[in-house]
């Protein structure tokens, strides 16, 4: 599955007192991110989450940072130069994780195996492959 959508990573939950209660919420941009990625994955998936012992490969594309020699640039769409930079990978995990549980699978706790990969694109997006054991 292809989603046209510039991955964003999970930032730490930033916390709020009212009264003696105290309340955990994510950033803005991070709430954005989920709320836009679960449409966007349920505007494409029709069927009822995946219940099981679950394989899960992503591969986040990023944009590629405009002030680039034009060599620079193509390593890095030829992906011979992929991103070693922040965000970290696991960040970006966590945050997509989070935004599919109760569509493409009841919760994220039954993948139990993962691969993940960080590239360079012109058009940023995620892609990801489900599979049952």
């Known amino acids: 599955m292809i989603l046209h959508i510039e991955p964003v990573e999970q930032a730490r939950p930033r916390a709020t007192r009212r009264g ?3 309340t955990m919420y994510d950033p803005a941009k991070v709430k954005k991110f989920k709320k836009e990625l679960s449409q966007l994955v349920r505007s494409q998936y029709k069927d009822e989450p ?3 012992m679950l394989e899960v490969e992503i591969s986040f594309y990023r ?3 405009k002030s680039l020699s034009k060599i620079e ?3 890095r769409l030829s992906g011979e ?3 070693t930079v922040k965000p970290d990978l696991d960040n970006y995990i966590k945050s997509t994780l989070d935004a599919l549980n109760g569509i493409l699978w009841t919760d994220d706790a039954y993948i139990v195996d993962l ?3 960080k590239y360079y694109a012109v058009d940023p997006h995620i ?3 489900v599979a049952e054991l």
Request: net charge positive; glycine share 4%.
């Open 20 to 22: 003696r209660h105290i």
């Open 50 to 52: 995946l219940d099981g």
């Open 63 to 65: 944009p590629v940072q």
């Open 73 to 75: 640039r193509a390593r």
């Open 81 to 83: 130069h992929r991103p």
């Open 115 to 117: 691969h993940a990969h």
């Open 127 to 129: 892609e990801i492959t």
